[in-house]
């Protein structure tokens, strides 16, 4: 390769170019002193920028970052999240919509609901993008940049499924500590990730910052009920309380020691012994049996689901559950106009609502039915 200096003009605009977009580090800066970044030492795969380094424009000091696998890479894993990093490169296209399963987007719809028309032309951040089950949706709903930001090695799984998207763009970063520009974005949202962090309200709050004053902020985390109970109280009501507080504890006490464990015993345990459990929890009665062991088993949906989301359960270090008015208070005290809560699925708290408007609102159109997911059966 040549000199830096020789061929920093030409390599500068040709990895605009091969980005499509402009946008594409318009919105970048040093997360340690928010200075504008220039780019150093390209290296090229098929084409595009495979490896280098952003270094800041600061005058007192130059931090530098490096770009891997076409990716800007401002963080390591933390501990926390270390099991997500695993469980998204094992699990990469599972949660994937396809022709079979439209779970995500069914999710979606229910749980943020911002249309083609809503997402058209404009540019989107996901905190905890994961293996991009929702940047996928966004990204195909016209969204002009779709900008998926995770802390762990779940964007070198994201950025495999969709590398050749021209309108998407994977971050490895620290949501508490964003490389960011403030009041950039017009849509920002997190779909079952806050909750796995150790301030869910602060990463609210950073993502609510990042977007400009006509944005709108969506975000869905775990709900303390977790089944749809009838208002009229009843004895029967009541039972089924309580099995599921029952069910809750099961759950707490297995993630005492499987928290424990290292993370790829957890993954040996998903791969083959969960399928046994996903099968015999298709059988009537014997289906029980599984309740004794650490799972997390669907009996309409593919046994990859099972061992993923069972890993999800058990190998989790932190996990936090909400009530609709503890999020309706983050949104209050973020100024959040036009607050909308959604009639998402059992077991989700799910709201959305603007920076900044003076516009009447629509809210028939978010008056749905809660999807019935195979995965909750």
Same mark, same amino acid.
């Given at each position: 390769?040549?000199?830096?200096?020789?061929?920093?003009?030409?390599?500068?605009?040709?990895?605009?170019?091969?980005?499509?977009?402009?946008?594409?580090?318009?919105?970048?800066?040093?997360?340690?002193?928010?200075?504008?970044?220039?780019?150093?030492?390209?290296?090229?795969?098929?084409?595009?920028?495979?490896?280098?380094?952003?270094?800041?424009?600061?005058?007192?000091?130059?931090?530098?970052?490096?770009?891997?696998?076409?990716?800007?890479?401002?963080?390591?894993?933390?501990?926390?999240?270390?099991?997500?990093?695993?469980?998204?490169?094992?699990?990469?296209?599972?949660?994937?919509?396809?022709?079979?399963?439209?779970?995500?987007?069914?999710?979606?719809?229910?749980?943020?609901?911002?249309?083609?028309?809503?997402?058209?032309?404009?540019?989107?951040?996901?905190?905890?993008?994961?293996?991009?089950?929702?940047?996928?949706?966004?990204?195909?709903?016209?969204?002009?940049?779709?900008?998926?930001?995770?802390?762990?090695?779940?964007?070198?799984?994201?950025?495999?499924?969709?590398?050749?998207?021209?309108?998407?763009?994977?971050?490895?970063?620290?949501?508490?500590?964003?490389?960011?520009?403030?009041?950039?974005?017009?849509?920002?949202?997190?779909?079952?990730?806050?909750?796995?962090?150790?301030?869910?309200?602060?990463? %609210? $709050?950073?993502? @609510?910052?990042? &977007?400009?004053? #006509?944005?709108? !902020?969506?975000?869905? *985390? /775990?709900?303390?009920?977790?089944?749809?109970?009838?208002?009229?109280?009843?004895?029967?009501?009541?039972?089924?309380?309580?099995?599921?507080?029952?069910?809750?504890?099961?759950?707490?006490? %297995? $993630?005492?020691? @499987?928290?424990? &464990?290292?993370? #790829?015993?957890? !993954?040996?345990?998903? *791969? /083959?012994?969960?399928?046994?459990?996903?099968?015999?929890?298709?059988?009537?009665?014997?289906?029980?049996?599984?309740?004794?062991?650490?799972?997390?088993?669907?009996?309409?949906?593919?046994?990859?689901?099972?061992?993923?989301?069972?890993?999800?359960?058990?190998?989790?270090?932190?996990?936090?559950? /909400?009530?609709?008015?503890?999020?309706?208070?983050?949104?209050?005290?973020?100024?959040?106009?036009?607050?909308?809560?959604?009639?998402?699925?059992?077991?989700?708290?799910?709201?959305?609502?603007?920076?900044?408007?003076?516009?009447?609102?629509?809210?028939?159109?978010?008056?749905?039915?809660?999807?019935?997911?195979?995965?909750?059966?």
């Amino acid at each position: 390769m040549n000199s830096i200096l020789s061929n920093y003009k030409f390599d500068f605009e040709k990895f605009f170019l091969i980005l499509m977009k402009k946008e594409f580090l318009d919105f970048l800066c040093c997360p340690i002193c928010n200075s504008q970044f220039s780019l150093h030492a390209l290296d090229e795969s098929n084409g595009k920028i495979k490896t280098g380094s952003l270094a800041c424009k600061s005058k007192k000091h130059t931090h530098i970052f490096k770009i891997e696998n076409f990716i800007p890479r401002f963080v390591r894993s933390p501990k926390y999240a270390d099991s997500f990093g695993l469980q998204w490169n094992k699990f990469d296209k599972t949660q994937l919509d396809n022709k079979l399963f439209n779970e995500s987007e069914l999710r979606w719809d229910s749980e943020i609901g911002w249309n083609k028309e809503d997402l058209n032309n404009k540019t989107i951040i996901e905190f905890g993008s994961g293996a991009g089950r929702f940047i996928d949706l966004v990204s195909k709903r016209g969204a002009d940049l779709a900008v998926g930001v995770d802390v762990t090695s779940a964007v070198d799984a994201a950025q495999e499924s969709f590398k050749d998207r021209d309108n998407v763009f994977f971050i490895q970063a620290d949501i508490f500590n964003p490389p960011i520009k403030r009041n950039y974005f017009d849509f920002g949202y997190s779909i079952g990730v806050l909750h796995h962090t150790p301030d869910p309200e602060l990463a %609210f $709050r950073i993502l @609510t910052s990042l &977007l400009n004053h #006509k944005g709108q !902020i969506g975000v869905s *985390l /775990y709900e303390i009920a977790l089944f749809e109970r009838p208002n009229r109280n009843s004895l029967k009501q009541s039972t089924i309380e309580l099995l599921w507080a029952i069910n809750l504890w099961r759950v707490e006490f %297995f $993630r005492v020691f @499987t928290t424990r &464990l290292p993370k #790829k015993i957890m !993954i040996i345990y998903c *791969l /083959y012994f969960v399928p046994f459990l996903h099968y015999l929890n298709k059988i009537p009665f014997l289906r029980y049996l599984r309740y004794f062991s650490p799972s997390t088993c669907y009996r309409k949906m593919p046994v990859d689901w099972s061992m993923c989301d069972t890993f999800d359960t058990y190998a989790t270090e932190i996990a936090h559950m /909400y009530r609709h008015k503890d999020i309706f208070l983050w949104f209050m005290k973020s100024n959040i106009q036009k607050i909308i809560v959604h009639n998402s699925i059992p077991g989700w708290v799910s709201l959305t609502g603007f920076i900044s408007c003076s516009e009447e609102i629509n809210y028939k159109r978010y008056i749905v039915n809660a999807p019935k997911l195979k995965s909750i059966n």
